[in-house]
């Protein structure tokens, strides 16, 4: 974000731990460099101490990518280059060793590193002090790819510049809102206490006074227009009473706001310091002048200080500070400009970035699995690398977020693809080396459009399906097929139930030449934990479909499986969305889904000229327009004996078809939960109105005003309509105050029913009347909302010129509260990592390996495997979670234990340590296992490899292993 007027500006502060996070640059070249604290500037106990802190913020891609950004070039679009940035500071820290400089982004560090002489990477080397933080977005990221980025970037930092590159303090300036999980992925990323460090607190965050930018009047950039200090009496212009006179106003103003003698001044902004003299230099005499007023009495010292060193001195003062157990969502920076737009911003990049997170695990668990094998071939050790490199970057706070120009957006979805094409060959790899079979290995990566050349044109194919949950799933296959008539067996050589049903017409209308198939090939699929299962295809019948095989050419007026019976009529919408008729007998709860859309404002309008836009979220009229004309009632039996297990494996119905918003319902035999697929665009512009479509459920259940949504992935925080849980809010904007970011689920309950949304991607939504919850799903806007990115939200692309359109699901469960989250947990578990399908066409050779679990057993239902990595030749990185909150379920909240030697089927465990969440320290430093020395042996004591989860617990490995 560039806008300064605009920018937010809230830092996070991890107060209560004995290590902050930040990145300062420190001069003084020695032996031994001194971190942390030591490295501060003594302060002035009366004084009032004002810290000053060199930075530069800059976006790791928004009106440029990243690579532009490093370079410098397309100035045209937004002079910055960040490599002239770095080069300058170095020259300019060493030129004054009292001088600080704080870099957060990783990004743009590791592209200069790896261009600079030894020469010059040992001079940094002494500069460098501390590590530096992340910089990515809170709102609309996932808790799983958050910690890799860190990890990665942390590990970087690490092996770079050793135990002085370790972060100690979070430097988040300019994302668009706060989470809470972040905070406390934040904490946990430290050791801060010898044991458990479970759900600790949030910590307070500080807030900044001026967005992250300089105070007016003291921009001494090479892209600012304020005076320079004019300090020669023999000149004209001598202006330094007056600079001091002004600098302390603004520092005694600043003062009254702030609890403690110290206050901090941000001295840089948007891709500043790229000629960073014209800063140092104008600081230098800053500081000296002040500080000379304090023979006069002053009383305030200036400094060159880092966020670190503040927060040491806050610490010091030995104050209460207040905890904020909630988070800061919706941000808004006026009356009727929420940032509540960019939940849903680009869905079908957030959906790229969702499911690139999930190859991703899938490839660093083949990698494992595969052992060296896994890397051989054209890139060398660059794998994993790539696609983990993308999916970093993809964090980003103008990225994943949606907020970034259309060129910069198709920059991450390129890095994401190039990533995803490193990682084919891995899992081709490890795939024909556990399988035996070296026949080609086909990706479909269009399944969701029924676009597969090969299940399209094979008479004979093979189907494997990789589980990368520690837990088995079952799993609905949907293949792209022109017969009319498969058998399939699986892995034992088994019969497995299939149906043919025609392409919907959606379906048929979005694919635009990619594929012609006219049927859709479906069955259920079983997976092993951490593993594949391989089914065989043939076809039996080709021409068109009997009427009796494609028994839902027609759509029927319900279908049902074990758990779900909905039923489907149509209505006038309007009439059944409002007034709703509650139809309890032995149906539980009864439920209406429907497509309102809202219009976006253009800016004309008497309360406020603020427009909608790629951040901002605003409604023209508080009441959404109806778009579509059907309605959903669903009835929940609840695990009723009077309903018959169908022998079919899915039912479908498509309750309506409109040009540009469609929906197909699907039941899996099997499935709790009830099937929504949407196709949305392309959104119509014709009227000059931006629209935003959502989908809303309306139901019974009596919600009071209070729904849940889910914190990055993780925990569920509570909301409440028109309220905030720390200060009084006058609602300004009925909607767009009311949403907030649902990343992987939302629920309403009452106490019978609880009412969950499986999403599949993030995005935005609210539940604006009780019993109501709705979901942002596609945005198109005509209008820049004014926060810098300078173009309008209005997506279009090769295949779909007219308009962009997206495809999405989500998955509806209906359950007793109480044991809602049995359900919802693994279903959203299955939903952003969910299996990974890969083709060989033709017969499998009678030696192949159908089958495969990479674990010696199924681990307990609580137990997430959160990350198996490769770290180096011989170790692996693990990360195990409770996935479940204390009191949210029974059984599976209960704390369990893992024996980590008895984890993998194809590894030996040699030695354990535990580390950090951000696996960039050694967890205790004391009872570390040195095993480089004595390796502990197999079958001695056991205990060493028995870990304990308790409840939202993340447990952090790292293990030496042996290939079996
Ligand atoms: C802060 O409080 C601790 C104990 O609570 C005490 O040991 C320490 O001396 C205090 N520090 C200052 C600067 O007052
Ligand atoms: C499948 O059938 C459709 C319609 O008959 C046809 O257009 C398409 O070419 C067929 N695909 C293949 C691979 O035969
Ligand atoms: C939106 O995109 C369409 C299709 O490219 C284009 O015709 C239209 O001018 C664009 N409108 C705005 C406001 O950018
Ligand atoms: C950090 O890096 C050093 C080498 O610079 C290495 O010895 C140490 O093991 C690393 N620490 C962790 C936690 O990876």
Known sequence: MATP?????????????????????????????????????????????????PHTHDDVGWLKTVDQYFYGDRNDIQHAGVQYILDSVVDQLLKNPDRRFIYVETAFFYRWWKQQTDDMQNTVKQLVNEGKAREGDEATTHYSAVIDQMTMGLRFLNDTFGHCGRPRVAWHIDPFGHAREHASMFAQARV????????????????????????????????????????????EDYNVDD??????????????????????????????????????????????YVNQNQSNGSGVNVLYSTPSCYLQELHRANLTWPLKGDDFFPYADSDHDFWTGYFTSRPALKRYERISNSYLQTCNQLEVLGGPISRKGPFGAGYSETMKKAVAVAQHHDAVSGTEKQHVANDYARRLANGWAHCQVLVSNTLSSLSGSS???????????????????????????????????????????????????????????????????????VRRGRGYAV???????????????????????????????????????????????????????????????????????????????????????????????????????????IISKTCIYLHVFQYNSICRRPTKTFKR??????????????????????????????????????????????????????????????????????????????????????????????YIKDDKDQLTVVTDRSQGGGSIQDGSLEIMLHRRLLYDDVRGVGEPLNETSDIYPEGLVVRGRLLLSLSPPATAADTHRPLAQEVVLQPLITFTDGELHPSTR??????????????????????????????????????????????????????????????????????????????????????PKRGGDPSVWEVNLKPMEIRTFLLRVRQR
Not at 871 to 892: F, G, I, N, T
């Open 5 to 53: 007027v605009y920018t937010p500006f809230v830092f996070l502060l991890l107060l209560f731990q004995s290590r902050v996070w930040g990145f300062p640059v420190r001069q003084t070249p020695q032996e031994s460099p001194t971190c942390g604290y030591k490295s501060c500037h003594a302060t002035k106990p009366g004084m009032l101490n004002v810290h000053l802190v």
């Open 192 to 235: 801060i206490r010898a044991h458990s460090n479970l759900n600790p607190a949030p910590s307070p965050p500080g807030i900044l006074p001026n967005g992250y930018n300089p105070p007016e009047g003291f921009c001494w950039d090479q892209s600012c227009d304020d005076p320079p200090i004019r300090d020669d009496p023999d000149l």
């Open 243 to 288: 600079v001091v006179t002004r600098f302390l106003s603004i520092a005694h103003a600043q003062a009254l706001v702030y609890k403690t003698n110290h206050i901090i001044m941000t001295m840089g902004s948007d891709f500043q310091y790229e000629n960073a003299n014209l800063w140092y230099k104008n600081l230098d005499k800053l500081i000296r």
């Open 439 to 509: 026949a080609p290995r086909v990706y479909c990566e269009h399944l969701n459009v029924s676009v597969c050349p090969l299940t399209e044109t094979s008479k004979k194919f093979s189907v494997n399906v990789y589980n990368p949950l520690a837990r088995p799933v079952s799993w609905p296959v949907r293949l792209p097929v022109n017969g009319t008539a498969y058998s399939i067996s699986d892995a034992n050589g088994k019969a497995v139930d299939s149906q043919v049903v025609p392409v919907s017409q959606a379906t048929a209308a």
């Open 519 to 625: 049927n859709e090939l479906l069955f259920q699929v079983q997976a092993p934990p951490l593993g594949y299962s391989t089914y065989s295809v043939s076809l039996l019948q080709n021409g068109p479909p009997s009427p009796q095989s494609s028994p839902l050419s027609r759509a029927p007026t319900a279908v049902q499986n074990f758990f779900l019976s909905p039923s489907f009529r149509s209505y006038s919408l309007l009439s059944l969305c409002a007034s709703f008729v509650t139809l309890r007998d032995f149906l539980s709860s009864l439920l209406c889904v429907c497509f309102p859309r809202y219009n976006a404002s253009d800016g004309n309008n008497s309360e406020s000229i603020q427009m909608s836009g790629a951040y901002i979220f605003r409604p023209n009229t508080s009441t959404p327009f």
């Open 653 to 746: 119905f498509i309750p309506w078809f409109s040009p540009w918003v469609s929906q197909v319902v699907r039941l899996y035999t099997d499935s709790r939960a009830l099937e929504l697929e949407w196709t949305v665009g392309p959104v119509p512009i014709g009227d000059d109105l931006g629209k935003e479509v959502i989908s809303r459920l309306d139901s019974s259940i009596n919600s009071s005003g209070v729904f849940y949504t889910d914190s990055n992935g993780r925990e569920v925080l509570q909301r409440r309509k028109d309220y905030r849980p720390t200060w009084n809010l006058r609602q300004s904007e009925p909607i767009a105050g009311n949403y907030y970011p649902i990343n992987s689920r939302a």
């Open 850 to 935: 159908l089958e495969f679990s990479g674990l010696q057993a199924v681990l307990p239902p609580a137990v997430h495997m959160l990350t198996v990595s490769q770290w180096d030749q011989d170790s692996v990185l693990l990360r195990l979670e409770h996935q479940y909150q204390a009191s949210e379920s029974k059984e599976p909240s209960q704390p369990v234990t893992v024996n980590l030697q008895k984890l993998f089927s194809t590894l030996d465990v040699l030695g354990v340590s535990e580390m950090n969440l951000s696996a960039n320290q050694w967890k205790d430093e004391m009872t570390r296992l040195d095993w480089k020395k004595h390796l």
